[in-house]
């Protein structure tokens, strides 16, 4: 790790704000404006652990960057890094109560959430495993690195499309909202502004069946790994004596 002391304070900072911030989901609703307000500042405080915690991820490769050509599982850690440095900057952003009144309610909010959930969550996840079950079941190497790189691909294609398709589709529906006519009426009706999202959702199907694609595939290769994997050779245990 580039800095450990960065990532113990990265740690304790966010143990300490993030139980402050759930108010910002709460924007607008009944909940006492002081705790919305709340909310927000402890929100935006969370910028700064979270974008350390990013940067002490991507340095610890200082140096290395070379082994992103031929080493995908660190092309996993590089990318979830990256999403977890967006979805950590979004959050905040939206957390500002003239930010949530285009984006409360909208797909915007989901298309943040599954650029964490599936970006940062799902990506890491994938590349521990990747990195893990040959050290668990004590194989050389995965059963192919080739379909690692064609999961990571193939996921990476996937978060973009569903995550980009429901930014667009989110603020769409916010402008659509916000519309008035002259004499202060809507311009849009609640079904006109859901009809304008079907394509939208569409590209975020074609994503989503991308990502779980990726998902299937990495399945298939953990499978071979176990069963027909190539074991690495036993290395002998030195006596600390």
């Known amino acids: 790790v580039y800095s450990y002391r960065l990532s113990v304070v990265h740690f304790w900072t966010l143990i300490s704000i993030y139980m402050w911030a759930g108010p910002h989901h709460l924007h607008y609703t009944t909940l006492p404006d002081w705790a919305q307000s709340l909310g927000m500042v402890f929100s935006v405080l969370l910028l700064a652990p979270s974008w350390g915690g990013m940067i002490n991820g991507i340095m610890t490769l200082s140096g290395a960057w070379h082994k992103l050509r031929t080493d995908p599982i660190l092309k996993f850690m590089i990318v979830s890094l990256s999403f977890y440095g967006m979805s950590t900057f979004e959050g905040p952003m939206m ?39 040959p050290r668990v079941f004590g ?6 690195i080739k379909l690692i790189d064609l999961h990571f691909w193939i996921a990476t294609i996937g978060v973009v499309l ?26 849009y009706s609640f079904m006109e502004s859901l009809k304008a999202t079907y394509p939208y959702y569409g590209i975020r199907l074609v994503g989503g069946i991308m990502f779980l694609s990726g998902m299937l595939i990495m399945a298939y290769n953990v499978y071979k ?13 030195i006596d600390p004596a």
């Open 225 to 237: 790994t176990i069963t027909l994997g190539e074991s690495r050779a036993l290395q002998p245990v």
């Open 139 to 144: 194989r050389k190497e995965m059963y192919s």
């Open 95 to 133: 957390s500002i109560k003239t930010v949530n009144a285009l984006s409360h309610y909208t797909d915007w909010t989901i298309g943040h959430v599954h650029s964490g959930a599936l970006g940062w969550v799902a990506m890491i996840s994938a590349g521990c495993i990747y990195a893990l079950i």
């Open 162 to 187: 569903y995550v980009a398709s429901m930014w667009v589709a989110g603020v769409m529906q916010g402008l659509m909202w916000r519309a008035v006519n002259a004499d202060g009426t809507l311009t």
